[in-house]
């Protein structure tokens, strides 16, 4: 059974950058053909969906965030990390690590979400 | 990027009922479709992919149809563990958009 596990600081001033870690267990991030993805959510709001990197490493980003974003995978640790830069208070979310399998696209596994608040 | 428009985005049921839950998506996404659920503090959890595919686990109760532009999700007995927020998520277009989100109640 695939498990993902987000992991980071909880608390981030306005202007730096924002870093999160999605730790993937019960199987290899590099076997198989996967999209492994960022999604946030902001306090009783809808998700929003970040980013992506391909097993390859390969990415896909939200245009509205492109310009902030970089997601990257360590084959070596099995994990998949996110950072976004120049956060401000609009950036405060729930942010969730999810997986998609390449070959279908829904979001089959996803991990328990890490609350990242923006305040100096 | 493809708008996704659920509604309503809110309503009150009781246990026992049939409810529909529509998306619309701004473009055809053919059956490209995703729904997913969720409670208060946990992730959202896959029920239906490709339109009409029951995720593995998920009770028959719930089903889903259409393609192109117009979606729904039904839960044909409703449960009390069934009231939580629903999605939509579309995967036809490389920039994955979710609806905004239908609540369902307890009336």
């Known amino acids: 059974q695939v498990q993902l596990q987000e992991s980071g600081p909880g608390l981030v001033k306005p202007s730096q950058t924002l870093s999160l870690t999605c730790t993937v267990s019960?199987?290899?991030?590099?076997?198989?053909?996967?999209?492994w993805s960022w999604i946030r959510q902001p306090a009783g709001k809808g998700l929003e969906w970040i980013g992506r990197i391909y097993t390859s490493g390969s990415t896909n980003y939200n245009p509205s965030l492109k310009s902030r974003v970089t997601i990257s995978v360590d084959t070596s640790k099995n994990q998949f990390s996110l950072k976004l830069s120049s956060v401000t208070a609009a950036d405060t979310a729930v942010y969730y690590c999810?997986?998609?399998?390449?070959?279908?696209?829904?979001?089959?596994?996803w991990g328990q979400g890490t609350l990242v608040t923006v305040s100096s | 990027a493809i708008r996704m428009t659920q509604s309503p985005s809110s309503f009150s049921a009781s246990t026992g009922d049939r409810v529909t839950i529509t998306c619309r998506a701004s473009?055809?996404?053919?059956?490209?479709l995703a729904w997913y659920q969720q409670k208060p503090g946990k992730a959202p959890k896959l029920l239906i992919y490709a339109a009409s595919t029951l995720q593995s686990g998920v009770p028959s109760r719930f089903s889903g149809s259409g393609s192109g532009t117009d979606f729904t999700l039904t839960i044909s007995c409703l449960q009390s563990e069934d009231f939580a927020t629903y999605y939509c998520q579309q995967y036809y277009s490389y920039l994955w958009t979710f609806g905004q989100g239908t609540k369902v109640e307890i009336k």
């Open positions: 019960g199987g290899s991030i590099s076997s198989g053909s996967y999209y």
């Open positions: 999810a997986r998609a399998a390449a070959a279908a696209n829904h979001l089959d596994y």
């Open positions: 473009q055809g996404i053919s059956s490209y």
